[in-house]
C-alpha cells in the first residue's frame, strides 16, 4: 500500500523557521518526481515546489522562492521542505505528493498524497 | 504563469442532477490536465487526467473533456458521496490549480 507521511508542521512565529517530512513507502520512491502543495484554512490549493527523481532539478512558485528549500534522500525514502523567514501567509496544511514516474511515461501526476501537515505562522 | 479559473465557484444540485464544471485557462498547455475530488479534512483524491481519462476505481458517472484552454468535468447522476469540492489542475508548466467548485446539496 503506497504511503506519504508527513511530519514537522506546528506553530511558528513570523521570521522563523520549520523543517517538513515526507517519509514515503509502498512504492519505488526513487522512480517518482516529487512536489509539495499547501491549502490555506477554507482555501484552495496551493502548488509550492516539484523535485525531480534524482533531486536534480528544482522549482519554486515565486511566492516561496528565496524562502523555502525542497530536497529529498531517496535512500531514506524521504522528501523535506526546510521552510524560513516564515509569514502569515504561509499558514497552510503542506501536503507531499507525487509527480510524474520518471521513464515510465504515465500521464498521470498527483496519484498519491500524503495525510497534510499543518503549519501556524503566528505571534 | 498559467491562471485556471473554475465556473461556477459554488453548485447546488440533487442527487441524479447532471452537473457540469468549466475550467479555463490562461494559456494553451495541451491536455495536461487533471480533476481533484476533495471532502473536509481529507486530501485530495485524483478522478481525470489527461484531461478524459478516468482514474482507476473511480466511478464512470465522472468524466472529463476539452483541450487546449476549456475544460470540462461531467458528472452524469449526482451521488450523494459526490457532495465535495472539485479543483482542476494543469501540469504542463510547473502546477497550478484552479480555486475549487463546491457542490452543495440542494
Known amino acids: 500500500e503506497v504511503q506519504l507521511v508527513e511530519s514537522g508542521g506546528g506553530l511558528v512565529q513570523p521570521g522563523g523557521s520549520l523543517r517538513l517530512s515526507c517519509a514515503a513507502s509502498g512504492f519505488t520512491f526513487s522512480n517518482y518526481e516529487m512536489d509539495w502543495v499547501r491549502q490555506a484554512p477554507g482555501k484552495g490549493l496551493e502548488w509550492v515546489s516539484y523535485?525531480?527523481?534524482?533531486?536534480?532539478?528544482?522549482n519554486y512558485a515565486d511566492s516561496v522562492k528565496g524562502r523555502f528549500t525542497v530536497s529529498r534522500d531517496n535512500a531514506k525514502n524521504s522528501l523535506f521542505l526546510q521552510m524560513n523567514i516564515l509569514r502569515a501567509e504561509d499558514t497552510a496544511t503542506y501536503y507531499c505528493?507525487?509527480?510524474?514516474?520518471?521513464?515510465?511515461?504515465?500521464?498521470?501526476?498527483?496519484?498519491?498524497w500524503g495525510q497534510g501537515t499543518l503549519v501556524t505562522v503566528s505571534s | 504563469d498559467i491562471q485556471m479559473t473554475q465556473s461556477p465557484s459554488t453548485l447546488s444540485a440533487s442527487v441524479g442532477d447532471r452537473v457540469t464544471i468549466t475550467c479555463r485557462a490562461s494559456?494553451?498547455?495541451?491536455?495536461?490536465l487533471a480533476w481533484f475530488q476533495q471532502k473536509p479534512g481529507k486530501a485530495p483524491k485524483l478522478l481525470i487526467y489527461k484531461a478524459s481519462s478516468l482514474e482507476t476505481g473511480v466511478p464512470s458517472r465522472f468524466s472529463g473533456s476539452g483541450s487546449g484552454t476549456e475544460f470540462t468535468l461531467t458528472i452524469s447522476s449526482l451521488q450523494p458521496d459526490d457532495f465535495a469540492t472539485y479543483y482542476c489542475h494543469q501540469y504542463g508548466t510547473y502546477w497550478s490549480f484552479g480555486q475549487g467548485t463546491k457542490v452543495e446539496i440542494k
Open positions: 494559456e494553451s498547455f495541451g491536455m495536461w
Open positions: 505528493v507525487t509527480d510524474r514516474e520518471a521513464n515510465r511515461g504515465s500521464a498521470k501526476r498527483g496519484e498519491y
Open positions: 523535485i525531480s527523481n534524482s533531486g536534480g532539478t528544482i
